[in-house]
């Protein structure tokens, strides 16, 4: 901490006034906001003098290409310590489960994912260019060792902790096969290894990438699929398609693609990142007990389901192994969730309370009708709760979101017994004076909330606006 108050008064010339530690995600780095007046740099301290020099190199030549990644100010003699540019405190992850709370992503969230995705390519070419590998590490370059390495990972953190029996040699032979896939194409472009939510920053001057020391030679799918199958994103496959050719398009500009034959090699690259990332949660959050990687496994591993419902047919004994593995008791519970069915319905009661069309007599009804009523105002009249001004209103709302935290446990304690229990039908109403605006925005919010936390069907309907969605 000395050497960075000491580099910071290098820098600027001043006494540093402020210094506030940033908790790391994942990293073994520490990170200080060091400020005087206006003036504020992230000051980082290593542990790594080779992790550092890569940051440090890689950091001078995305900038060199004119790339928007953070500005080094001031390094320490001994490298391991280093002021960098101060992008704010806004994580694209930030936006994206704010977007989430609020009911799913809107065309504000789509834009800002469309514009990630364009600049990828570019980190990726222009990154590459005159670029001199060998400042990378732990190595220059993603091969077969490294392959190995990080499924070694996800066997030895993830899939030992379950404590299934699986044939060592059988697996191997299956490893070897996904490595050659993965390897099977030469490439010269910069893979960023860890190409998601958490290391972009949004700034005013649009989208800032971090935390890019373990990028190297690598493969353009690695990245692309490290973003768009991050488990806690929660993309639908409608948005991974639609984001998959915004970046081809982008891509183009540099080399040609088969769109086919690009799609088609991506399923590859899903299995191999995914079993990296479990790897990761297993290590970081079983061994290291940091909980916001254990919270994604849920995510990840109904990505994997998903993914092996084709199976690999290169890969028969890895398939199968998987398999079992998804539906081992302490992970099936989080297959077990689809298997309830929530009916969640916005209505007016001047029309009457919505029946169950399950037959199981009607399940909860909220009354919204003490919170405050935007619709008393001519400005949101037209509106519903589907719309942004109407949001905004009652985001702002402290009665609301009391309203739905007590709404939530309640709800919550029945989709956690009812699934044990192995019932499958769950009705939850939200009713208000017109079923547009208070009772719409609930019954949106509790429908995000049991996808998110549960993964259980939702039905939503908004009876008064003839609006069903599933």
């Known amino acids: 901490m000395d050497i960075l108050k000491q580099l910071f008064r290098q820098y600027t010339g001043s006494e540093p006034q402020t210094c506030q530690a940033i908790t790391p995600a994942g990293s073994n780095r520490c990170y200080y906001r060091i400020g005087h007046g206006q003036q504020s740099v992230i000051g980082v301290a290593g542990t790594s003098f080779r992790e550092n020099q890569a940051f440090l190199t890689l950091a001078a030549q995305l900038r060199k290409q004119q790339l928007p990644v953070p500005e080094v100010y001031a390094v320490s003699e001994d490298r391991m310590h280093y002021l960098q540019q101060d992008l704010g405190d806004t994580l694209l992850f930030d936006r994206l489960m704010e977007a989430q709370q609020h009911g799913g992503y809107q065309e504000e969230e789509r834009a800002l994912l ?186 990840a591993i109904n990505n994997l389901r998903e993914l092996l419902t084709e199976p690999f047919t290169d890969m028969p004994y890895l398939t199968n192994l998987l398999t079992e593995m998804v539906s081992l008791p302490q992970l099936a519970a989080y297959q077990e969730a689809s298997e309830l069915t929530v009916r969640i319905t916005s209505f007016s009661y001047k029309k009457g309370i919505p029946e169950d069309p399950s037959g199981n007599g009607g399940g909860f009804v909220f009354d919204c009708r003490a919170i405050h009523n935007p619709g008393r105002y001519d400005a949101y009249k037209q509106f519903t709760g589907h719309d942004d001004s109407v949001r905004s209103f009652l985001d702002k709302e402290e009665a609301m979101q009391e309203f739905l935290t007590h709404v939530y446990g309640i709800v919550d304690y029945s989709v956690e017994k009812y699934r044990n229990r192995g019932f499958k039908n769950l009705m939850v109403s939200f009713g208000c004076t017109g079923g547009q605006h208070r009772s719409v925005y609930s019954a949106e919010h509790l429908a995000h909330h049991l996808k998110q936390k549960y993964g259980v069907k939702v039905i939503l309907t908004h009876r008064e606006q003839k609006h069903l969605n599933q």
Request: charged share 25%.
């Open 114 to 299: 469309r514009q990630v995705i364009r600049l990828l390519p570019d980190l990726q070419f222009r990154g590459a260019q005159g670029l001199d590998f060998s400042c990378c590490y732990p190595s220059p370059s993603l091969d077969r060792r490294g392959i190995q390495w990080d499924l070694h990972y996800f066997k030895y953190c993830f899939l030992k902790a379950t404590r299934m029996e699986f044939e060592e040699g059988a697996l191997e032979d299956d490893f070897d096969r996904l490595a050659e896939v993965i390897l099977q194409k030469n490439f010269n472009t910069f893979m960023y290894r860890d190409f998601q939510s958490r290391n972009i920053m949004i700034t005013e001057g649009g989208p800032y990438f971090i935390d890019f020391q373990g990028g190297r030679r690598g493969p353009v799918e690695y990245d692309l699929v490290s973003f768009l199958w991050q488990a806690r994103a929660c993309f639908t496959d409608k948005m991974r398609q639609e984001l998959i050719d915004e970046y081809l398009q982008s891509a183009s500009r540099y080399r040609p693609f088969c769109e086919i034959t690009f799609k088609q090699r991506l399923r590859h690259f899903i299995l191999f990142r995914t079993l990296q990332v479990l790897g990761a949660y297993g290590y970081r959050g079983y061994f290291e007990h940091k909980a916001h990687f254990i919270q994604s496994i849920p995510m």
